[in-house]
């Protein structure tokens, strides 16, 4: 949400975790037009409630029946949207610069769909045999000592969008 109140939202995605830790990211998610508006809708009236400026992160459940429930908010750029980076027209970190600079918002559509898989603890070491696909974005985070569970960098393929 930008200062002036402009609204713009990426798409839907699916996470997957293990062990309690996100393990990947799918963009964009395979839900109905019906839950995207919903999600659009539940974000854009929190936003304005709180009067926030920047990107939210939120975390919802789909119930059967297609309900929506909120699970958790981040209220910065978060790690299940760092598909951002390589497959939307405007990354989650510079349209967040731009609404709390006063800027207008950038364009979030996807140019591509992902799948970011963070790499965890020694998952590390298969960044250059992964960097050899040219479908494949890698991006390390720059951390000495690699821990079991440790968020070390993630990678993204991507594919062309298939709506």
């Given at each position: 949400r930008?200062?002036?109140?402009a609204?713009?939202?990426?798409?839907?995605?699916e996470?997957?975790?293990?062990?309690?830790?996100?393990?990947?990211?799918t963009?964009?998610?395979?839900?109905s037009?019906?839950?995207?508006?919903?999600?659009h809708?539940?974000?854009?009236?929190?936003?304005?409630?709180f009067?926030?400026?920047?990107?939210?992160?939120?975390?919802?459940?789909?119930?059967?029946?297609?309900?929506?429930?909120?699970?958790?908010?981040?209220?910065?750029?978060?790690?299940?949207?760092?598909?951002?980076?390589?497959?939307?027209?405007?990354?989650q970190?510079?349209?967040?610069?731009?609404?709390?600079?006063?800027?207008?918002?950038?364009?979030?559509?996807?140019?591509?769909?992902?799948?970011?898989?963070?790499?965890?603890?020694?998952?590390?070491?298969?960044?250059?045999?992964?960097?050899?696909?040219p479908?494949?974005?890698?991006?390390?985070?720059?951390?000495?000592?690699?821990?079991?569970?440790?968020?070390?960098?993630?990678?993204?393929?991507?594919?062309?969008?298939?709506?």
């Amino acid at each position: 949400r930008g200062a002036d109140g402009a609204f713009a939202a990426y798409d839907l995605v699916e996470n997957r975790h293990e062990d309690g830790v996100l393990r990947e990211t799918t963009a964009p998610a395979t839900v109905s037009e019906e839950a995207t508006k919903s999600a659009h809708e539940i974000a854009q009236n929190m936003m304005e409630r709180f009067a926030y400026v920047g990107v939210l992160a939120i975390e919802f459940f789909e119930l059967e029946g297609g309900a929506l429930l909120v699970n958790e908010i981040a209220p910065r750029v978060h790690n299940t949207g760092h598909w951002t980076m390589d497959a939307t027209a405007c990354d989650q970190f510079e349209l967040h610069m731009r609404a709390v600079a006063g800027w207008p918002l950038g364009d979030t559509s996807a140019t591509a769909s992902a799948v970011m898989t963070n790499l965890l603890g020694d998952d590390v070491e298969q960044a250059l045999e992964m960097s050899k696909s040219p479908d494949v974005r890698i991006h390390l985070y720059g951390k000495r000592e690699a821990r079991p569970g440790r968020k070390m960098g993630h990678v993204t393929r991507i594919a062309p969008l298939h709506y």
